[in-house]
C-alpha cells in the first residue's frame, strides 16, 4: 500500500534532476568580462563583428574563455580583472580607430561563470534585483495629455490645409481642450467639408454644434482606437529612444520596460552616477533634412581639403562620402510617423513617412523646386552627424506622406523606419520615482538574506530530525528539495531576486514545513489508536491531504493579490511566495510521500517507525 | 519526544467568552492607537525623497540639520539608522522644488558639512507614486478578503468563512496597532508581511476548522463545544510546532535580516503569535456562536419518493 509504481519514482527522480540542473548557474558566480555594445543608433550588431573581437584578441594574445553575442550586445568571458582591462584595450583600440568619434562602447561587465554547457541549454542565474547589485533606477511617466494635445495640434493645421486644398471656405479652426473646433457660416459648407474629412481620416470623430444662425460648428475629437494608438506610439517610441540613449552608457543588463499605461522603468545596475544617468536620459537626438550639394567637382575638391562654403562633408551610411548643404530643410520635430513599407509600384522596400502640416508643405515647396537631386536625411547625435539616406527626388512631395526607397532590403527599411523614430520623445517624460542602492549596501543585503534563511534552515532542520527522527530527516530532505525545486523555477523563468524575494523564500520554507508537521502528526495520532505502521504511514498521508491543500490554497490567494495589485518589493516578495507554495506542495505530498514508501514500503512485517515517541494516554 | 500528552480534550471553549473579551480589549486599543498615532507610513506611500548615507566615524547630526534647513530643508528629518555612522535623511515633497534634483542637492549639502558620506541608497517618490501604492494595498487587502471568504464558504460552509475572515483581520488590525503604537515605520516589505500573516492566519484556522468537520462527521453525540475542543487538542501538537517553526525562521531574519528586513521579520512575529491565538480562540467560538451543528455536515439522506398510484 506504501509504493509508488515506478513511473513516479522516475518523474519525481527526473523533476529533482532538472531542478539541481537550473540551480546550478547560482552557485557559480560572476567572472569578469568585456561588453561591446553599439555607440550610434545607426550602428547595428551583426556576426562579423564577433570575428573581429576575437581577431583582436588573438592579435593581443588574450586568452577568452567565451564568447556570448545577443541582439544588443556581445560579451567575452575572460578569467581574471587583469585581463579583463588588458581585453578591453585591445578591443577598444580594434573597434574604433578614431577614439575622438567611437562607433562602439566598449565596457566592462560581470558575467556568470557556469560552464558554458549549462548556458547552452538556458540554465542561467537568477537576475538580481538593483537592491541586491546596486545601481540606479527611475519610474518615469509619460505625459500623455501632452502627446494628445500635440497630435490635436497638428490635426488642427492639418485641416487647415485640407480645407484649403479643397476649396471648403470656414471661418477659423482651433483647439479648444481636447477638441478641434471648425467655425463656418452657412451649412453648405460645413457639409462640404465634413465629407472632406471623413474622405480623409477615419480618426476623427465629428459632431455639430450650432452657438448661432451664422454660427455653426463642426466639432472633431478624436475617436477612442485614434487615442489609444497616439498613446501606445507615444509609449513605444519612447521606450526605443531610452534605449538608444542608455546604450551609450555601456550598462551590462539594463532594464526598460512598461509599466501600467503611461509609465516606463528604467533600471540600470552598476551605475552609481545618478547626475550622467539622469543626463543622457533626456538628451535628445535630431533628425534634419537638408539638400545635397552636386555641384560638379565640389565632392572631390571637399574630400581633398577644401570644403566649399555653406556646406559640410558627411559619410553616407555604408561609408560613400557625401557633400550635404548647410540649410536645414526639415527637423525631426515635423515628422510625426515613420513606418517600414513597400513601394507601391514596384514592391520594393520603403520607408514611409508622415510629415505635419507645416511641415508637408515645406516639403512640397522644396520638393517641387529641386526635382531630379538628392535630399540627404541626417541624424544628428552627440553633435555628430550621419546621413542615414539620400535619395533622388523623383517628383513634387504633397500631402505630407513622403516615401523613401531604394537600394534598401525589408530589414535597412524597418531600421531607417526606427532611426527615424528614434531621435525624439513622442511625448515628454518626467521622473517620478529614483532609486539608487549603492553597490556595497546590495552586496550586505544578499550576505544578511543568505544568512537568515541558512539559519533559519539550521535550526528547523535540528528541531525535526530530533522531535520525529527518520520521519524529520526526511521532511527536511523535502524541505532541502523544495528551496532546490524554487530556486530552478526562479531561474527558469528569469525571475528578479530582490531582498523581500530572499525573505519570502526563508518564510515560504518555514511555512513549507506545515505540512510535513500535519503529516507526521496524522501518523503519530494514527498508531497511538492502534493502526498497524503501513496503514498509520497510508492514512497519514492521505488524511493530511485535504488540510494541506485547503491550507495552501487560502496561502496562495493571499499571495495572488499581493501579485496583482502589488507593485516594485511587494511583487517581488509575491512571485517567490506563490512559487515557493507550489513547490511546497509538491515537495513534501510527493517527494518526502516517495522517501517514506522506498524506506518503509517494501517491507511486510513493519514492526515499529521511527517517528518519535508515541505516548498513548493509559502508559 | 512527544511534547503534548494530553488525556483529555482541553476544555477552550468554557473559557471562549474570556478570551473574546480579552481579544475584544486587544482590538479596540490597536484600534484606538491607529487611530490616534497612526501609522508612520514609509516615504514610498508620503512621496518625498529618503537618504541613506554612511559615514567612516560617527557623525555629529545637529551640523547636517541646520545645513539641510539652510539649504531649503526646514522640515528634513535625520536620524541614525542602525549603526550610530549610518544616517537617514527624510526629506517631504516640495511643489516649488524640482524634485529630480533634490537628491544631487542633497548630497552637495553633506558634502559640504563633511566627514566624508558614502552614499548608500536614494529612494525618491512621488506624491501621485504614494498614493496609488495606497490605493493598490488596499485592493490587495479586500481582494484577499474576498478570496478567502469564498473560498471557506465554498469549502466549508458560510459560518465557518466569516469567522475565519473576523478572527484573521483582527490579527491585522492588531500588527497595525503595534506599528502605530510604537511607531515603527510601516513600508512596502511591512505591507506585504501584513498581508502574507492574512493568508497564514487563515491557513491556520483552515487546519482547525477541517478537524472540526472531521470530528462531526465520525463522532456521534457530541456537543458542539466538545466537537471544537477535540478538534483543537487533537490538532494543538502540530498548530504549535509549525508555528515553532515559522518562527525559527522568522527569528533568524530578525537576527541576520539587518535594517531592511527588521520591521518585515517584526510583523511577522506578531502575526504568527496572534496567528494561533486568534484561530484557536476566536475563529472557534465565533464558528460555536454562529450555531455550526453537526447537521451542516451530514447530508440528509433524500428518501424515495414512491409513485403514489
Given at each position: 500500500?506504501?509504493?509508488?509504481?515506478?513511473?513516479?519514482?522516475?518523474?519525481?527522480?527526473?523533476?529533482?534532476?532538472?531542478?539541481?540542473?537550473?540551480?546550478?548557474?547560482?552557485?557559480?558566480?560572476?567572472?569578469?568580462?568585456?561588453?561591446?555594445?553599439?555607440?550610434?543608433?545607426t550602428l547595428k550588431l551583426d556576426a562579423s563583428l564577433n570575428g573581429t573581437i576575437?581577431?583582436?584578441?588573438?592579435?593581443?594574445?588574450?586568452?577568452?574563455?567565451?564568447?556570448?553575442?545577443?541582439?544588443?550586445?556581445?560579451?567575452?568571458?575572460?578569467?581574471?580583472?587583469?585581463?579583463?582591462?588588458?581585453?578591453?584595450?585591445?578591443?577598444?583600440?580594434?573597434?574604433?580607430?578614431?577614439?575622438?568619434?567611437?562607433?562602439?562602447?566598449?565596457?566592462?561587465?560581470?558575467?556568470?561563470?557556469?560552464?558554458?554547457?549549462?548556458?547552452?541549454?538556458?540554465?542561467?542565474?537568477?537576475?538580481?534585483?538593483?537592491?541586491?547589485?546596486?545601481?540606479?533606477?527611475?519610474?518615469?511617466?509619460?505625459?500623455?495629455?501632452?502627446?494628445?494635445?500635440?497630435?490635436?495640434?497638428?490635426?488642427?493645421?492639418?485641416?487647415?490645409?485640407?480645407?484649403?486644398?479643397?476649396?471648403?471656405?470656414?471661418?477659423?479652426?482651433?483647439?479648444?481642450?481636447?477638441?478641434?473646433?471648425?467655425?463656418?457660416?452657412?451649412?453648405?459648407?460645413?457639409?462640404?467639408?465634413?465629407?472632406?474629412?471623413?474622405?480623409?481620416?477615419?480618426?476623427?470623430?465629428?459632431?455639430?454644434?450650432?452657438?448661432?444662425?451664422?454660427?455653426?460648428?463642426?466639432?472633431?475629437?478624436?475617436?477612442?482606437?485614434?487615442?489609444?494608438?497616439?498613446?501606445?506610439?507615444?509609449?513605444?517610441?519612447?521606450?526605443?529612444?531610452?534605449?538608444?540613449?542608455?546604450?551609450?552608457?555601456?550598462?551590462?543588463?539594463?532594464?526598460?520596460?512598461?509599466?501600467?499605461?503611461?509609465?516606463?522603468?528604467?533600471?540600470?545596475?552598476?551605475?552609481?552616477?545618478?547626475?550622467?544617468?539622469?543626463?543622457?536620459?533626456?538628451?535628445?537626438?535630431?533628425?534634419?533634412?537638408?539638400?545635397?550639394?552636386?555641384?560638379?567637382?565640389?565632392?572631390?575638391?571637399?574630400?581633398?581639403?577644401?570644403?566649399?562654403?555653406?556646406?559640410?562633408?558627411?559619410?553616407?551610411?555604408?561609408?560613400?562620402?557625401?557633400?550635404?548643404?548647410?540649410?536645414?530643410?526639415?527637423?525631426?520635430?515635423?515628422?510625426?510617423?515613420?513606418?517600414?513599407?513597400?513601394?507601391?509600384?514596384?514592391?520594393?522596400?520603403?520607408?514611409?513617412?508622415?510629415?505635419?502640416?507645416?511641415?508637408?508643405?515645406?516639403?512640397?515647396?522644396?520638393?517641387?523646386?529641386?526635382?531630379?537631386?538628392?535630399?540627404?536625411?541626417?541624424?544628428?547625435?552627440?553633435?555628430?552627424?550621419?546621413?542615414?539616406?539620400?535619395?533622388?527626388?523623383?517628383?513634387?512631395?504633397?500631402?505630407?506622406?513622403?516615401q523613401i526607397s531604394g537600394r534598401m532590403t525589408t530589414q535597412e527599411a524597418s531600421?531607417?523606419?526606427?532611426?527615424?523614430?528614434?531621435?525624439?520623445?513622442?511625448?515628454?517624460?518626467?521622473?517620478?520615482?529614483?532609486?539608487?542602492?549603492?553597490?556595497?549596501?546590495?552586496?550586505?543585503?544578499?550576505?544578511?538574506?543568505?544568512?537568515?534563511?541558512?539559519?533559519?534552515?539550521?535550526?528547523?532542520?535540528?528541531?525535526?530530525?530530533?522531535?520525529?527522527?527518520?520521519?524529520?530527516?526526511?521532511?527536511?530532505?523535502?524541505?532541502?528539495?523544495?528551496?532546490?525545486?524554487?530556486?530552478?523555477?526562479?531561474?527558469?523563468?528569469?525571475?528578479?531576486?530582490?531582498?523581500?524575494?530572499?525573505?519570502?523564500?526563508?518564510?515560504?520554507?518555514?511555512?513549507?514545513?506545515?505540512?510535513?508537521?500535519?503529516?507526521?502528526?496524522?501518523?503519530?495520532?494514527?498508531?497511538?489508536?492502534?493502526?498497524?505502521?503501513?496503514?498509520?504511514?497510508?492514512?497519514?498521508?492521505?488524511?493530511?491531504?485535504?488540510?494541506?491543500?485547503?491550507?495552501?490554497?487560502?496561502?496562495?490567494?493571499?499571495?495572488?493579490?499581493?501579485?496583482v495589485f502589488g507593485s516594485g518589493p511587494v511583487r517581488g516578495f509575491a512571485v517567490?511566495?506563490?512559487?515557493?507554495?507550489?513547490?511546497?506542495?509538491?515537495?513534501?505530498?510527493?517527494?518526502?510521500?516517495?522517501?517514506?514508501?522506498?524506506?518503509?514500503?517494501?517491507?511486510?512485517?513493519?514492526?515499529?517507525?521511527?517517528?518519535?515517541?508515541?505516548?498513548?494516554?493509559?502508559? | 519526544?512527544?511534547?503534548?500528552?494530553?488525556?483529555?480534550?482541553?476544555?477552550?471553549?468554557?473559557?471562549?467568552?474570556?478570551?473574546?473579551?480579552?481579544?475584544?480589549?486587544?482590538?479596540?486599543?490597536?484600534?484606538?492607537?491607529?487611530?490616534?498615532?497612526?501609522?508612520?507610513?514609509?516615504?514610498?506611500?508620503?512621496?518625498?525623497?529618503?537618504?541613506?548615507?554612511?559615514?567612516?566615524?560617527?557623525?555629529?547630526?545637529?551640523?547636517?540639520?541646520?545645513?539641510?534647513?539652510?539649504?531649503?530643508?526646514?522640515?528634513?528629518?535625520?536620524?541614525?539608522?542602525?549603526?550610530?555612522?549610518?544616517?537617514?535623511?527624510?526629506?517631504?515633497?516640495?511643489?516649488?522644488?524640482?524634485?529630480?534634483?533634490?537628491?544631487?542637492?542633497?548630497?552637495?549639502?553633506?558634502?559640504?558639512?563633511?566627514?566624508?558620506?558614502?552614499?548608500?541608497?536614494?529612494?525618491?517618490?512621488?506624491?501621485?507614486?504614494?498614493?496609488?501604492?495606497?490605493?493598490?494595498?488596499?485592493?490587495?487587502?479586500?481582494?484577499?478578503?474576498?478570496?478567502?471568504?469564498?473560498?471557506?464558504?465554498?469549502?466549508?460552509?458560510?459560518?465557518?468563512?466569516?469567522?475565519?475572515?473576523?478572527?484573521?483581520?483582527?490579527?491585522?488590525?492588531?500588527?497595525?496597532?503595534?506599528?502605530?503604537?510604537?511607531?515603527?515605520?510601516?513600508?512596502?516589505?511591512?505591507?506585504?508581511?501584513?498581508?502574507?500573516?492574512?493568508?497564514?492566519?487563515?491557513?491556520?484556522?483552515?487546519?482547525?476548522?477541517?478537524?472540526?468537520?472531521?470530528?462531526?462527521?465520525?463522532?456521534?453525540?457530541?456537543?458542539?463545544?466538545?466537537?471544537?475542543?477535540?478538534?483543537?487538542?487533537?490538532?494543538?501538537?502540530?498548530?504549535?510546532?509549525?508555528?515553532?517553526?515559522?518562527?525559527?525562521?522568522?527569528?533568524?531574519?530578525?537576527?541576520?535580516?539587518?535594517?531592511?528586513?527588521?520591521?518585515?521579520?517584526?510583523?511577522?512575529?506578531?502575526?504568527?503569535?496572534?496567528?494561533?491565538?486568534?484561530?484557536?480562540?476566536?475563529?472557534?467560538?465565533?464558528?460555536?456562536?454562529?450555531?455550526?451543528?453537526?447537521?451542516?455536515?451530514?447530508?440528509?439522506?433524500?428518501?424515495?419518493?414512491?409513485?403514489?398510484?
Amino acid at each position: 500500500m506504501n509504493r509508488y509504481p515506478l513511473w513516479k519514482n522516475i518523474l519525481i527522480g527526473l523533476v529533482l534532476f532538472f531542478g539541481l540542473i537550473y540551480t546550478l548557474p547560482n552557485f557559480y558566480g560572476e567572472v569578469p568580462a568585456v561588453q561591446v555594445s553599439s555607440g550610434k543608433a545607426t550602428l547595428k550588431l551583426d556576426a562579423s563583428l564577433n570575428g573581429t573581437i576575437e581577431q583582436a584578441l588573438k592579435d593581443a594574445g588574450i586568452e577568452h574563455t567565451g564568447l556570448f553575442s545577443d541582439a544588443n550586445s556581445i560579451r567575452v568571458r575572460v578569467a581574471s580583472t587583469d585581463v579583463q582591462l588588458r581585453a578591453k584595450d585591445a578591443i577598444e583600440k580594434r573597434l574604433n580607430p578614431d577614439p575622438r568619434d567611437p562607433s562602439y562602447v566598449v565596457a566592462l561587465n560581470l558575467l556568470s561563470a557556469s560552464p558554458n554547457w549549462l548556458t547552452s541549454i538556458n540554465a542561467l542565474p537568477m537576475y538580481l534585483g538593483l537592491d541586491l547589485r546596486g545601481g540606479v533606477h527611475f519610474l518615469l511617466q509619460v505625459d500623455m495629455p501632452g502627446a494628445i494635445t500635440k497630435r490635436l495640434d497638428a490635426t488642427a493645421a492639418d485641416l487647415r490645409t485640407l480645407m484649403r486644398d479643397k476649396n471648403v471656405r470656414h471661418a477659423g479652426i482651433t483647439r479648444e481642450g481636447n477638441n478641434v473646433l471648425l467655425r463656418f457660416r452657412d451649412a453648405e459648407q460645413r457639409e462640404a467639408a465634413r465629407k472632406a474629412i471623413s474622405a480623409s481620416t477615419a480618426d476623427l470623430q465629428l459632431t455639430d454644434r450650432d452657438d448661432a444662425s451664422d454660427d455653426l460648428k463642426l466639432v472633431a475629437t478624436l475617436g477612442q482606437n485614434a487615442q489609444k494608438n497616439i498613446r501606445d506610439f507615444a509609449i513605444k517610441q519612447n521606450i526605443t529612444t531610452l534605449h538608444n540613449r542608455i546604450n551609450e552608457l555601456g550598462v551590462a543588463e539594463p532594464v526598460i520596460q512598461q509599466q501600467g499605461l503611461d509609465r516606463i522603468v528604467v533600471q540600470l545596475p552598476g551605475v552609481q552616477d545618478v547626475a550622467k544617468a539622469k543626463d543622457i536620459l533626456g538628451r535628445t537626438a535630431t533628425l534634419e533634412v537638408r539638400l545635397v550639394d552636386e555641384t560638379p567637382g565640389a565632392l572631390e575638391g571637399a574630400l581633398a581639403g577644401s570644403v566649399p562654403l555653406g556646406t559640410e562633408l558627411y559619410n553616407e551610411r555604408g561609408g560613400s562620402p557625401i557633400l550635404v548643404r548647410n540649410q536645414v530643410v526639415l527637423t525631426g520635430d515635423r515628422l510625426t510617423d515613420a513606418q517600414p513599407g513597400f513601394d507601391g509600384q514596384t514592391n520594393e522596400p520603403a520607408v514611409h513617412l508622415t510629415l505635419d502640416a507645416a511641415g508637408s508643405r515645406i516639403f512640397r515647396d522644396v520638393t517641387r523646386e529641386n526635382v531630379g537631386k538628392r535630399m540627404a536625411i541626417l541624424l544628428i547625435e552627440k553633435g555628430k552627424g550621419e546621413v542615414v539616406t539620400a535619395p533622388v527626388i523623383r517628383t513634387e512631395i504633397g500631402g505630407g506622406r513622403v516615401q523613401i526607397s531604394g537600394r534598401m532590403t525589408t530589414q535597412e527599411a524597418s531600421d531607417v523606419a526606427l532611426l527615424l523614430r528614434a531621435g525624439s520623445l513622442a511625448a515628454p517624460m518626467e521622473i517620478i520615482e529614483e532609486r539608487t542602492v549603492g553597490p556595497s549596501l546590495g552586496a550586505e543585503n544578499i550576505a544578511k538574506g543568505f544568512h537568515s534563511t541558512l539559519w533559519g534552515f539550521v535550526a528547523i532542520a535540528i528541531f525535526m530530525s530530533v522531535y520525529y527522527m527518520l520521519f524529520g530527516l526526511v521532511s527536511v530532505i523535502a524541505l532541502a528539495a523544495n528551496l532546490l525545486l524554487l530556486v530552478a523555477l526562479l531561474s527558469l523563468l528569469q525571475a528578479t531576486l530582490t531582498l523581500p524575494g530572499i525573505a519570502a523564500m526563508a518564510l515560504t520554507l518555514g511555512m513549507a514545513i506545515d505540512a510535513n508537521v500535519l503529516i507526521n502528526e496524522r501518523i503519530r495520532e494514527e498508531l497511538r489508536n492502534g493502526v498497524s505502521p503501513q496503514a498509520a504511514i497510508h492514512a497519514g498521508y492521505e488524511r493530511a491531504f485535504d488540510t494541506i491543500l485547503d491550507s495552501n490554497i487560502t496561502t496562495l490567494i493571499a499571495g495572488i493579490a499581493l501579485l496583482v495589485f502589488g507593485s516594485g518589493p511587494v511583487r517581488g516578495f509575491a512571485v517567490v511566495h506563490c512559487l515557493g507554495i507550489l513547490t511546497s506542495m509538491f515537495s513534501a505530498i510527493l517527494i518526502s510521500r516517495m522517501l517514506v514508501n522506498l524506506l518503509y514500503g517494501r517491507r511486510r512485517k513493519l514492526e515499529s517507525v521511527s517517528i518519535g515517541q508515541i505516548w498513548k494516554p493509559g502508559n | 519526544m512527544e511534547f503534548f500528552r494530553i488525556k483529555k480534550d482541553l476544555p477552550f471553549m468554557r473559557h471562549a467568552l474570556t478570551f473574546n473579551i480579552i481579544s475584544l480589549i486587544t482590538f479596540v486599543l490597536a484600534v484606538f492607537f491607529l487611530a490616534t498615532r497612526g501609522l508612520h507610513l514609509s516615504v514610498e506611500f508620503t512621496g518625498g525623497t529618503l537618504v541613506e548615507v554612511a559615514y567612516a566615524e560617527a557623525p555629529q547630526l545637529e551640523p547636517i540639520r541646520s545645513a539641510l534647513a539652510t539649504s531649503g530643508y526646514p522640515d528634513a528629518q535625520v536620524q541614525n539608522f542602525g549603526s550610530s555612522r549610518d544616517v537617514l535623511i527624510r526629506l517631504p515633497n516640495r511643489e516649488d522644488l524640482d524634485t529630480t534634483k533634490v537628491s544631487e542637492r542633497t548630497m552637495a549639502t553633506l558634502q559640504a558639512v563633511g566627514g566624508a558620506p558614502e552614499l548608500r541608497r536614494v529612494e525618491f517618490v512621488g506624491p501621485q507614486v504614494g498614493k496609488e501604492l495606497a490605493s493598490d494595498g488596499a485592493m490587495a487587502l479586500l481582494l484577499v478578503i474576498f478570496g478567502i471568504v469564498v473560498y471557506l464558504a465554498m469549502r466549508f460552509e458560510w459560518r465557518f468563512a466569516v469567522s475565519a475572515i473576523i478572527a484573521n483581520l483582527h490579527d491585522v488590525v492588531i500588527i497595525l496597532g503595534f506599528f502605530a503604537f510604537f511607531q515603527w515605520e510601516f513600508s512596502l516589505p511591512v505591507l506585504a508581511a501584513v498581508l502574507a500573516v492574512l493568508g497564514y492566519s487563515v491557513n491556520e484556522s483552515v487546519v482547525v476548522f477541517d478537524r472540526v468537520r472531521e470530528t462531526f462527521k465520525k463522532k456521534r453525540g457530541l456537543t458542539t463545544p466538545e466537537v471544537l475542543d477535540h478538534a483543537i487538542t487533537s490538532t494543538i501538537s502540530r498548530t504549535v510546532i509549525t508555528h515553532g517553526s515559522t518562527q525559527m525562521m522568522v527569528l533568524a531574519m530578525l537576527l541576520f535580516g539587518g535594517e531592511t528586513l527588521h520591521y518585515f521579520a517584526m510583523a511577522l512575529t506578531i502575526g504568527i503569535c496572534f496567528g494561533i491565538y486568534s484561530s484557536v480562540l476566536v475563529a472557534s467560538p465565533l464558528v460555536m456562536w454562529l450555531g455550526v451543528s453537526r447537521e451542516q455536515f451530514i447530508k440528509p439522506k433524500k428518501e424515495k419518493e414512491e409513485a403514489v398510484v
